[in-house]
């Protein structure tokens, strides 16, 4: 019997997991991190990610918890567009997310080590689902944030774009909560001593949606965020298979990361269990999630340089999700 050894246990380790144990593999999965915690993230599982979840077998648990979303607000500057998505997404915390994945791979046999792990010795393949790794000079790094609220919410995930590279997300997720997550310039954070409430006070349409809602508690901080073209920075070597933020991270504002974590884990779960080189599975989800990251560093280019505001009434608002996805 093949031996897998995953580590980390987030969207991507736990795909790579379940799907190493549907091909017949023993696994080990490490974690190194207290284990669930909330993380900064956009917390929406898009329309794709539905099928991806089906085929791991834990889709009837998520139905049951996650918060469906039907329509889509986008806010630049004075301007508002709302739509209907062209499929439901749903809203589900990164902590139950991870939970639900962690248990079912348990469920099936896996063996779940609280631990930093390291890749396997001699011929055992090594799934590596760590997230991101990135250092960059002071000044214009990019910072993400995140809290839970509570108050008025609805089937609307809604995206505010505000400042040069700025943009929040309001979507609600299980238990009638809000989520917040935002990503903004190290220089606009620091203009307001570091203090999220008091940075986004300064936008209107922002300080208006968030002004009925209670913070549950403190902001949580990641950085600094750097976006990097799947598989493009790192050594490849034989028998690590990265997934996740691990092989790339594409420009999370329309909700991909999660659905880019859920196929790439599945497709190294897969590949690492059959024996697929690793160039080989570098290639293949390249194929899959560059036109992805193209998309996304055009339109973050067309927001650094102000043009975004004057296309929005003439782009349709589907062509933001269509185009930012990885093919599944």
């Not at 400042?163 to 307001?192: Q, T």
């Amino acid at each position: 019997m093949e031996r897998i050894r995953v580590i980390g246990a987030g969207p991507a380790g736990g795909a790579a997991a379940l799907t190493a144990l549907g091909e017949g593999a023993a696994v080990e999965i490490y974690e190194k991190s207290r284990f669930p915690r909330h993380k900064v993230c956009g917390e929406f599982l898009s329309p794709q990610t539905t099928s991806l979840l089906r085929d791991l077998g834990v889709w009837p648990a998520i139905e049951t918890e996650a918060v469906p979303m039907r329509e889509m607000l986008v806010t630049f500057g004075h301007r508002q567009r709302r739509a209907r998505l062209p499929e439901p997404a749903w809203g589900l915390s990164r902590r139950r997310l991870d939970e639900l994945l962690l248990d079912a791979a348990r469920a099936r046999g896996a063996a779940f080590y609280r631990e930093r792990g390291a890749p396997g010795a001699g011929s055992q393949r090594t799934v590596v689902a760590t997230g991101r790794h990135s250092r960059e000079p002071k000044g214009e790094r990019l910072f993400g944030f995140k809290a839970h609220f509570t108050g008025p919410s609805s089937d609307c995930v809604e995206l505010y774009f505000f400042g040069e590279k700025s943009y929040l997300g309001v979507s609600p997720v299980e238990g009638g909560r809000v989520n917040v997550c935002g990503i903004v310039p190290e220089s606009l954070l620091a203009r307001h001593d570091f203090e999220v409430d008091a940075m986004l006070a300064g936008y209107g349409a922002l300080a208006e949606r968030l002004r009925p809602l209670h913070r549950e508690w403190d902001w949580l901080h990641v950085g600094p965020v750097t976006f990097r073209a799947p598989g493009c920075e790192w050594e490849v070597r034989e028998g690590e298979y990265r997934c996740g933020d691990a092989l790339g991270f594409v420009d999370p504002f329309t909700g991909s990361g999660i659905l880019s974590a859920l196929l790439t884990g599945t497709l190294a779960g897969r590949a690492a269990t059959r024996g697929e080189s690793v160039a080989a599975y570098v290639t293949g989800c390249r194929r899959r999630l560059y036109p992805a990251y193209l998309a996304s560093q055009v339109f973050r280019d067309a927001l650094a340089r102000g043009w975004a505001e004057l296309f929005v009434p003439w782009i349709p608002l589907s062509w933001l999700f269509t185009l930012t996805r990885p093919r599944v």
